[in-house]
């Protein structure tokens, strides 16, 4: 897997306060995400913290993919929010018998690279929704959605073939063969 690591020593030696501008541009193939996902880019901005360091930014990136329900291809915008912080593994808050303990906080492993590599592919995880839905702007969605919600017990038939079916209950009814739609 890819890594996101950024250099940070000057960082690290600067008065808390200190701002680490740090733009990304990664490629999702590499960190083990969605493929239909676009490149993710933006701007995660470094806080010298007092013993920490805090990581906040802003991500943008496209999500292509058929909808769920009709495989038209959707094209979803999706915005990333980035908020981690960052301690020395030896701090309280990573020790579960701890009260500090916090399950949200990553390690800063040493004091010339940050990684910011689980941040960002959680905080992805988090926004990227799997299941894309046009949500009605295809003609098919309302039979495709009807048979989708048809419950357990009756067949069981995939959505996504449900304008097969039609087309095949056309054709014994007329005896012919259905009309082809906008072949080109
Ligand atoms: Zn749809």
Same mark, same amino acid.
């Given at each position: /897997? *890819?890594?996101?690591?950024?250099? /940070?020593?000057?960082?690290?030696?600067? $008065?808390?306060? &200190?701002?680490?501008?740090?733009?990304?541009?990664?490629?999702?193939?590499?960190?083990?995400?969605?493929?239909?996902?676009?490149?993710?880019?933006?701007?995660?901005?470094?806080?010298?913290?007092?013993?920490?360091?805090?990581?906040?930014?802003?991500?943008? &990136?496209?999500?292509?993919? $058929?909808?769920?329900?009709?495989?038209?291809?959707?094209?979803?915008?999706?915005?990333?929010?980035?908020?981690?912080?960052?301690?020395?593994?030896?701090? $309280?808050?990573?020790?579960?018998?701890?009260?500090?303990?916090?399950?949200?906080?990553?390690?800063?492993?040493?004091?010339?690279?940050?990684?910011?590599?689980?941040?960002?592919? *959680?905080?992805?995880? &988090?926004?990227?929704? $799997?299941?894309?839905?046009?949500?009605?702007?295809?003609?098919?969605?309302?039979?495709?959605?009807?048979?989708?919600?048809?419950?357990?017990?009756?067949?069981?038939?995939?959505?996504?073939?449900?304008?097969? *079916?039609? /087309?095949?209950?056309?054709?014994?009814?007329?005896?012919?063969?259905?009309?082809?739609?906008?072949?080109?």
């Amino acid at each position: /897997m *890819q890594e996101l690591l950024v250099s /940070m020593s000057r960082l690290y030696r600067s $008065p808390s306060g &200190t701002v680490l501008p740090v733009p990304v541009d990664i490629d999702p193939a590499g960190f083990e995400l969605e493929e239909e996902l676009g490149r993710v880019v933006g701007e995660i901005r470094l806080v010298r913290g007092d013993g920490d360091v805090l990581a906040i930014g802003a991500l943008s &990136t496209v999500h292509a993919a $058929p909808c769920r329900l009709c495989l038209d291809p959707l094209e979803v915008p999706l915005e990333i929010a980035i908020e981690g912080r960052f301690l020395t593994p030896d701090k $309280p808050e990573f020790n579960h018998e701890s009260d500090l303990y916090d399950p949200d906080i990553f390690p800063l492993i040493d004091r010339a690279e940050i990684d910011l590599t689980e941040l960002t592919r *959680q905080s992805i995880i &988090t926004v990227a929704n $799997p299941d894309l839905d046009c949500g009605g702007a295809c003609d098919r969605y309302e039979s495709v959605l009807a048979s989708y919600n048809s419950g357990p017990g009756e067949d069981e038939v995939d959505p996504r073939l449900a304008s097969l *079916q039609e /087309m095949k209950a056309q054709l014994l009814q007329s005896g012919e063969p259905a009309p082809q739609k906008e072949d080109e």
